[in-house]
């Protein structure tokens, strides 16, 4: 019988615990897109054959994390869990179908519990994660930058507002992200640049 593998995620979107199987062949063969019922997130496995490259979508945080595993921690073996950078917790299980299915009815749980004892962590969490997914793109194309001449920068998320900080000089570039308004402004934007001196 071909071995199959579990993947699970928490959708950021439903809430709800996302498992998905494939067989080791399949995923060897071709990449792996992994969609909530609710439609509104997925998770993609792609390979080279010697690494893996995973995009999952976080159940903790929203945002979607990148990550690369060896073949071999995702074809076989127990399994293995992937953390979330922003809240150090792990968001993300691939193994065994049992192991998986243990792992995300803890993740639920505590997903859930993160939500209520922080029930508006922002004003708008689809405009949040609009927001923050745009200014990602915007990166992605080296599209922040300060008037200092700095090209690093770290990003603080606020309740209504995302910071771009300079690495250099310190200047900030507040990005409201509350309403519709928000984003259409961020939207028509090719460059972020920080008022640095
Ligand atoms: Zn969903
Ligand atoms: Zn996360
Ligand atoms: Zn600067």
Partial sequence: MEEMRSFGYICPKCGKPVISQRSTFALTAAAARMECECEKSMMEVQTDGVKFRLWVPCGLCGQTHQAECSADAILHGRGIGLGCPKTKQL???????LVVENAMEQLAIRAEKEKTENPEA????VIMYEVLSEVKDIAARGGISCGCG???YSIQVHRDAVDLTCSRC???LRLPAATDEDLDRLCCQMKL???GR
């Fill in 122 to 125: 922002f004003t708008d969490n």
């Fill in 150 to 152: 700095g090209t690093d």
């Fill in 193 to 195: 640049i920080i008022p």
């Fill in 170 to 172: 310190g200047s900030k």
């Fill in 91 to 97: 968001c993300c299980y691939i193994g065994e179908e």
